[in-house]
């Protein structure tokens, strides 16, 4: 597979798994409704839905255009150092899924954890959004990321 094509895999990725996160935190902003009789949240309401997903927005983008775009980078050197017909299974290295297997460790904690129904609304409305945009953003970065440079 081409390093073009890996890296238009990273992106593909990044920004589904970016949707999804989004796409999750809706119900506890209050945008989307859930299931009321399996719901251990309260969402937010009024203007705090509002508050909630302006941040949201400010801290996505920030570490999309921070964090992220690095992220794109690191991808990019890995998919350049592993040449020209690497498989497509190398776009993810070994730190990166062990990563991911924590991320998605703490975001079932976050939900599933029994806390204060309206302290989960907020942290998980703010926080899904937020890395779901940033991802967003580290995978459309990622298509045209320059390397980062040897180490000296």
Excluded at 9 to 26: D, N, P, Y
Excluded at 49 to 57: G, T
Excluded at 64 to 83: D, H, M, N, P
Excluded at 118 to 143: D, Q, R, S, T
Aim: aromatic content about 8%; overall charge positive; glycine content about 12%.
């Amino acid at each position: 597979m081409s390093q073009q094509a890996r890296r238009t895999l990273v992106c593909i990725l990044w920004f589904a798994v970016g949707i999804m996160l989004i796409v999750r935190g809706l119900p506890y902003t209050g945008l989307t409704s859930s299931d009321a009789a399996t719901r251990d949240f309260t969402p937010l309401s009024g203007n705090n839905v509002w508050i909630a997903l302006a941040i949201a927005v400010v801290l996505g983008v920030g570490k999309g255009f921070t964090a992220l775009k690095k992220g794109a980078r690191r991808a990019a050197t890995q998919i350049v150092a592993r040449g020209e017909r690497a498989p497509f299974w190398t776009i993810l290295s070994p730190f990166m899924i062990l990563l991911i297997g924590i991320m998605v460790v703490g975001g079932l904690a976050l939900r599933k954890l029994p806390y204060d129904g309206v302290v989960k609304g907020w942290v998980i409305g703010i926080l899904y959004p937020a890395v779901g945009i940033g991802l967003m953003i580290g995978g459309i970065l990622a298509l045209n990321a320059e390397p980062l440079p040897p180490k000296a």
